[in-house]
Nanobody
Framework: QVQLVESGGGLVQAGGSLRLSCAASGSRFSIRIMGWFRQAAGKQRELVAA???????NYADSVKGRFTISRDNAKNTVYLQMNSLKPEDTAVYYC?????????????????WGQGTQVTVSP
């Protein structure tokens, strides 16, 4: 069982930045898809960003140009740099891992989920 532990959430003003981190257990981190989902109150969970084993990325339209996903395979860690934050980015953010190396059209559903970290953006 893979353990995913998120950190870096918090309260920030609109226009500010935050960086989320997710440390993963297990020896196959480098060959798996890593991602970030979010769920705002009263809304469905949605994919924010994903990165495959080769470094290819996929972003939700709402965060393109503002968020950047990256990974450090030596540290078994994936990051989400969030800039120009908006109140509508307020949500619980979840780190995910998928037991595949990449995708053809869109990232497949995750196999593992972290506990989530709260991000709140004030107006």
């Amino acid at each position: 069982q893979v353990q995913l532990v998120e950190s870096g959430g918090g309260l920030v003003q609109a226009g500010g930045s935050l960086r989320l981190s997710c440390a993963a257990s297990g020896s196959r981190f480098s060959i798996r898809i890593m991602g970030w989902f979010r769920q705002a109150a009263g809304k469905q969970r949605e994919l924010v960003a994903a990165i495959d084993s080769a470094g290819a990325t996929n972003y939700a339209d709402s965060v393109k140009g503002r968020f950047t996903i990256s990974r450090d395979n030596a540290k078994n860690t994936v990051y989400l740099q969030m800039n120009s934050l908006k109140p509508e980015d307020t949500a619980v953010y979840y780190c995910t891992q998928t037991r595949r190396t990449g995708w053809s059209n869109t990232p497949p559903p995750p196999d593992y989920w972290g506990q989530g970290t709260q991000v709140t953006v004030s107006p």
